[in-house]
């Protein structure tokens, strides 16, 4: 692999109460996961992240959520159908008006947390946001978890889809994301995660939680951007890949 998109999640600051450092990951990363306001994000902040990403020419994506501000959006939701559609198609809605008024366009999809982590595996709700994302811009790309069954159900659908993984989590022996409840299920060590990020890029694999070698297929990688030293980590992996000669790019095209 030569290039490989390199995303974080940004706009998440609320009124007075600030998470992470946007304008500082926006310098490394090559798209933005900017929240839709149901998880965190208030419309002044949303839109100066919109402003900021437009200026640094930074892929911008919209990171929608079930509606949970207190649970950040982590908490699963059991919701219809019908609901998450219109959920959906409200969130990428908000989003591409703010990015009209900013001169660029949404071109891609990344649901957050809960809403990620059920779609995965759940057809009945990974069908809705599909649906939603069909319903107002079928040319949108659906980021999913790499090896989840989500990506073919998109596919078969009539999207396009970018398979994920993840810099600062860890990874179960079959390719799942390590639950948030278990120790080690967030990694912190900048250094250590830039180098399985290089393998990944270079080889395919990353070593799982309990030691053994899996195959990860992705062609984007995301560096939470609330996560504790996010910014650091981002720069480490950064840095590791232009190194080894490996491109940060957006997978959008140019």
């Not at 965190?40 to 501000?69: E, F, L, M, N, Q």
């Not at 069954?149 to 390590?178: C, H, M, N």
């Not at 080690?184 to 070593?207: F, K, N, P, S, Y």
Request: proline share 4%; with cysteine; glycine share 10%.
């Amino acid at each position: 692999m030569t290039a490989i998109d390199l995303n974080s999640d940004l706009g998440e600051s609320y009124g007075a109460w600030r998470m992470g450092d946007d304008d500082t990951m926006l310098a490394i990363v090559s798209s933005a996961n900017v929240a839709c306001g149901f998880h965190a994000g208030d419309p002044a902040g949303i839109w100066k992240t919109v402003k900021a990403a437009a200026d640094k020419g930074v892929s911008i994506g919209a990171h929608v959520s079930y509606p949970d501000r207190v649970g950040f959006g982590r908490r699963d939701m059991d919701v219809t159908s019908g609901e998450l559609i219109a959920d959906v198609i409200y969130q990428i809605g908000a989003l591409k008006g703010m990015a009209a008024a900013a001169g660029v366009t949404v071109g891609y999809v990344k649901p957050h947390g809960a809403l990620y982590n059920r779609i995965a595996h759940d057809p009945i709700q990974g069908q809705a946001v599909i649906d939603a994302i069909k319903a107002i811009d079928p040319s949108l790309v659906l980021m999913g978890l790499a090896n989840a069954p989500i990506l073919k159900l998109a596919q078969d659908s009539g999207l396009q889809t970018v398979a994920e993984a993840f810099a600062d989590r860890a990874y179960t022996p079959d390719g799942q994301l390590v639950s948030r409840r278990e120790q080690g299920a967030v990694l912190h060590d900048a250094q250590l995660i830039a180098r399985r990020m290089l393998q990944l890029a270079r080889q395919g694999t990353l070593e799982a939680i309990d030691g053994s070698t899996i195959t990860i297929d992705a062609q984007s990688i995301c560096v939470h951007g609330d996560s504790p030293g996010a910014v650091a980590i981002a720069q480490e992996i950064r840095r590791a890949f232009e190194a080894d000669g490996i491109t940060v790019r957006s997978f959008l095209p140019a």
